[in-house]
């Protein structure tokens, strides 16, 4: 075995890799939550659209994606292994077992915390990331006005033989700025009109923050950092940015779009 | 027989190095060809066992825990004398050695404790090399403090851990012999017997714990380092497993038994609070540098206290009696170990014991709360402080803590020469089970400087000298030797497992500790001991009538473990009778009522009694012969020990 | 005595490695609040010899909370409800009268079960013979103050070294990891200057003995540091965390 494949079979490599992963992960909630912000715009969706043309168009952020598709796989994978292994590690349990006197429940419970994650992951791509790239989307046409950029007109555009595409520029004849995007806003406020899938996220959202609270902080140690004098911040970070800030503005988008629609 | 103690000739503080000049050794290429077993992990087992085997020689090391790192030594708590005089307050080998010797009532040989006191100050060299975490000073260096019967800072301490931290250190030493595959460790395994062939010690008969299986080892020495046998009086500071079947059944092959009634009580430890009690637990007497010790004034007012009636910390300063400050002015509290609780039992024989049951004396922090803050106070001794609160729910640092006198450590031990040598060839006894260096008494901080100075630094030159005289020859266990002495401790164990009486073991053991601690305990007088004598012979006799030993052989069976170890502190609490009645006098913890003086300190009778009493086991139930070493001082005058 | 308890004991036993073992009931009556747990346990083991029965096998030595060798696992908690003692240390003060009290070996798979409440812990002195010590040989060492140890390092070391080896850290951890045992041991050496010669040798040797021994990892619950009877800190783990990586990945010396 080579020097590396040593360290990332043992104990303390495998959580190094779910250690990075996860923490990249978590990062990438900050990007993801910021540009889902657009999302509480009233512009019928256009910077939202926008936005989501540009993530998946931009060549840097289309490698980080792929980054975070294989962190996602990483993790998942190496739980399933970290778990495996540490069931072997007690393979007769106590009949009587008092895990809340020395041990919070999130801690105790990352693996069922995470795999309900995964399978929100799942749906959630599946709602709409692959509909975005496989599905048939409405394109949506956005005619701002440049003198008055609070005037904008939106039409929904036919499919009539030619093969509709992102578009935006400047009709300066017109003085009007011209966008055309896949309305993948649409797909959102469709999805978040169903009360069974708005309850399903905000659930989700629920688990992920207690699995942050665990996370977040565990990430660090398990990079062996816990310095005495900034490892507090790092658990107040883990605690109310990572565990409650970001899940709960998460779980308001699909509550506020769902009484939109009501 | 003539018992030849090897003293070299010469200067006290020349002795050992030409000693070691003159001892033969072995050719490094044939110290592979030597198999030496070592019974026992603690300090001395271990430190000994790892300086053999880098030496060269292969080496089986037996305890009966199930970790080498659980040996007794790991509880001694205040610390490890040396002699480095780092305080530039007066110190030297020849202090530490005059202490030792006065310490000990002088009743140890001058050279033994001299070369003790050359080789405490290479302990704390190799501990500290050894990555022993002792207590440092801001600048960086290491932290003294002082200890019962010594005036000058010598002691060097890990906390409240000292035995753990250099036991952790030899047993690191060990670990990294086993990893060389030089050591062959076996744990949860006792030793039985001794195996000896031709008047030479060449291996012993073991026990699996685990499967029953016995066994027969073979080796060139044998050395036991199995520790005290203070378990004899059922209460004690010792480990519950402590025992003193190794050195017993050697015994009982030949090795003669050094001083058996010399035992230590120490001063301070938690009183026993009711019948259920398994053991004591000794708080370090380093509480003594801080803590004075007290009882009322008046007998009215100590009964007031047990009622509960009267709370200690109400009792009025001039209420109380600082008996060892008002008796000892220039050592106070820091009296020798022997001189503190034969003045504490004194007080609560008056009547003016506390405590629920009166069998305690207080051990006051409020003054050095006072003066140095709780924090120092808990700085110093946090530790000992928690474990008070957690074993008696009260709270030392508001009222004081209650202590009494329990049996500590035995000085006592099988007879050694100057080699560590017993009288039979090839086997050694190292630490506290041999009768070495503490005389009648140890001071405090010695154990584990003599544990590690015998493993360390005396073993590895003593033995090659015995093993480069015998030679490298091959040694099996074909010898019949070997089946005999295997067919001997079966028919033993099959012997106690036949017992199905009434009585449990234990019963036995705590009904020996009550005579042992009654009559043979901190004071002894004729007729009790006379008393005590028949009673053990009640006892044995009844033990092997009426004892239960349930269960086989073939199995993790704690009742037959415990059955053979109590079966032989019977028979070792008898030879203990007879030693304490032979010595007329007082010495140490050596307690003649008969003998003291007009103030009732332990009077010596230097005409009579300057020898080691070395017994010789003659057979079953037969008398044991006394044999004489005369102890001869040369360097220090023989005076009336006195700590006013 | 007034104040005595009498209790219900649920207890494992199971007669050797290979038996399969289960809960057996016993009462345990007239019980001082003064007792230890195991003076407790000695009085029913008592009246079990007195009626013929097999008495209960658990470990124990000292009977003062440093040999590490009592390892209960009591009421669902290594060493029972109280923090920073060891089971030798609790009394059953810390119980009810009429309670019910459920005694469990440890468990994990590096620990077989040997008999009833004793298990085989000798997994940890393999870890520490892999590489828990300072490769000095008896004599030719300098003097004892030639090193000067800050004390902060020295005391930080010591509160490592304090670990008793009793593996409560792995019967408590929900992994059966031996993480804070194994990090104690490293740190203790890695922060003194006479272990920085090995230092990164012997963290990648430990880890790999308590992987091979068949610890689970460690997922950061914190359990252990809660449950271990001198209080050692996680910060141990972290420690080790750090130079095991950087052994692995910086140092060029391969083990």
Redesign the interface.
Known sequence: MSSFTKTFSSTLGKKLIMSLTGLFLALFLIVHLIGNLQLFNDDAGKAFNEYSYFMTHFLPIKIVSYLLYASIILHAVYAVFVTISNNKARTVGYAQYNGSANSSWSSRNMGILGTILLVFIVIHMKTFWWEYHNGALPYTQYVTELQNPAAVTVTELQASGVELMHSSYIDAQNGVQVVVAKDLYQVVVEAFSHLWYVILYVLSMIAMGFHLYHGFQSGFQSLGFDHNKYFPAIKFLGLWVFSIIIPAVFAAMPIYIYFLTQ | MILDSKIPEGPLAEKWSKHKFNLKLVNPANKRKYTVIVIGSGLAGASAAASLAELGYNVKVFCFQDSPRRAHSIAAQGGINAAKNYRNDGDSVYRLFYDTIKGGDYRAREANVHRLAEESVNIIDQCVAQGVPFAREYGGLLDNRSFGGSQVSRTFYARGQTGQQLLLGAYSALNRQIHEGKVKMYNRHEMLDVVVVDGKAQGVVTRDLISGKLETHAGHAVLLASGGYGNVFYLSTNAMGSNTTAIWRAHKRGAFFGNPCYTQIHPTCIPVSGDHQSKLTLMSESLRNDGRVWVPKTQAMAEQIRKGQLKASDVKEDDRDYFLERKYPSFGNLVPRDVASRNAKEAVDDGRGVGGSGKAVYLDFSDAINRLGKNAIQAKYGNLFDMYYQITDENPYELPMRIYPAVHYTMGGLWVDYNLQTTVPGLYALGECNFSDHGANRLGASALMQGLADGYFVIPYTLGDYLANIGPKPIDTSHPAFAETQKAVEDRLNKLLSLKGTKTVDEYHRELGNIMWEYCGMARNEAGLIKAKGLIQELKADFWKNAIVLGKNEELNMSLEKAGRVADFIELGELMVDDALNRKESCGGHFREESQTDEGEALRDDDNFAYVAAWEFTGENMPEQLNKEALVYENVKLTQRSYK | ?SGNMNLTL?V?RQ??ASDKGG?VTYKAENI?P???F???L??VN?SL??K????I?F???????????CSL?I???PHG?KR??TTC?L?M?SFTDGETI?I?PW????FPV??DL?V???A??RI????????????G?????E?????VI??E??NS??C??CGACVA?C????A?LFVSAKVS??AL?P??QPERYRRVQSM??Q??AE??????????CE??CPKEIS??N??????D??TA??FKEE?I
């Open positions: 005595m649920k494992w007669e050797n809960f001082s003064d007792m230890s195991l003076e407790m000695d009085v008592e010899i007195k013929g029965t097999d008495p096998h470990d124990h030595d000292c009977r003062e909370g440093i040999c590490g060798m696992y009421n669902g908690r409800p920073a003692i240390q009394h003060r459920t469990e468990r994990a798979t590096a040997i008999k004793a085989d812990r000798s940890f002195d520490q013979q892999a590489g828990g010590y300072v490769s000095v040989n008896t004599g060492v300098p003097d004892a103050n090193i000067a140890i800050p004390k020295a005391d070391a010591f070294a304090t008793i080896q408590a929900k992994n059966a990891s993480m203790q050496l003194l006479q272990g880890v790999a308590m992987d068949g610890f689970g990892g460690c997922t950061n619950t914190g359990a809660i449950e996680m910060t783990i972290n420690r080790m965390r750090r095991f990586f692995k990945l391969e």
